[in-house]
């Protein structure tokens, strides 16, 4: 059996399938002091990024983790929160008034939440923030950011994927309210976990493409043998 042409395919195989891209992520953890929510009040919190290597943004991961003040005291459908870049016209809606729907104006009381927010959490059916499968205490893992800017529609337009193709460096601002009284939450920590997908530099592809074409050229002298 003539088994050159197959070879000759693992050799072209060896050349990576994403040869022009490469992937850059960084993370950043921000802690916020005291970070007590008034009840039926609100706080703003900013972080300015100027060292990332990020130009294009392509997908975006934050973390929140918020919990009762005093513990027990918390109640997750009082609260309101967005992520906003450089106080530009483009918002995120993390969370608006979890569990609140037609039928339930209240929402959900549990009493806080240590979780990563994220396009496509399919690690979690894909849930949104506001829809918890179960009553829980702290509310933890993996979640789609809820997106409605009203907590009685179905729409969720304020997507988190606004901010694809801008600059990480900027200032990133995370607003918070506590709209209904009763109940109240302190604001712990917060993190973002930023991605780009840029061009490998030319220096860099050429080396790789000739490389290949060494190991290609090798194996088919190898066979005439």
């Known amino acids: 059996m003539n088994t050159k042409p197959v070879l000759l395919t693992a050799v072209l195989l060896l050349i990576p399938p994403a040869l022009g891209a490469e992937v850059i992520t960084e993370n950043y953890a921000f802690s916020v002091g005291s970070g007590n929510i008034p009840d039926s009040g609100s706080r703003s919190f900013s972080q300015s990024l100027s060292a990332s290597q990020i130009v294009n943004l392509t997908k975006e991961q934050v973390g929140l983790h918020l919990t009762g003040n005093p513990a027990g005291n918390g109640f997750a459908g009082d609260m309101f929160m967005s992520l906003n870049r450089n106080l530009g016209t483009q918002t995120a809606v993390l969370l608006n008034q979890a569990g609140v729907t037609g039928s339930n104006s ?67 601002y ?19 976990n930023l991605t780009d997908y840029t061009a490998v530099p030319e220096s860099k592809l050429s080396g790789v493409l000739i490389g290949a074409a060494l190991l290609a050229f090798a194996a088919r002298e190898r066979w005439r043998r």
């Open 106 to 172: 209240a929402g959900f009381s549990f009493d806080g939440w240590n979780v990563t927010l994220k396009e496509s959490a399919s690690a979690n059916g894909d849930n949104y923030f506001g829809e918890p499968t179960s009553p829980a205490t702290i509310l933890s893992g993996m979640w789609l950011p809820d997106e409605r800017r009203d907590p009685f529609d179905t729409a969720r337009p304020a997507v988190l994927d606004v901010f694809k193709g801008m600059s990480a460096n900027s200032v990133w």
């Open 174 to 192: 995370l607003d918070i309210a506590d709209l209904p009284p009763g109940g109240a939450m302190t604001f712990n920590s917060w993190s973002l």
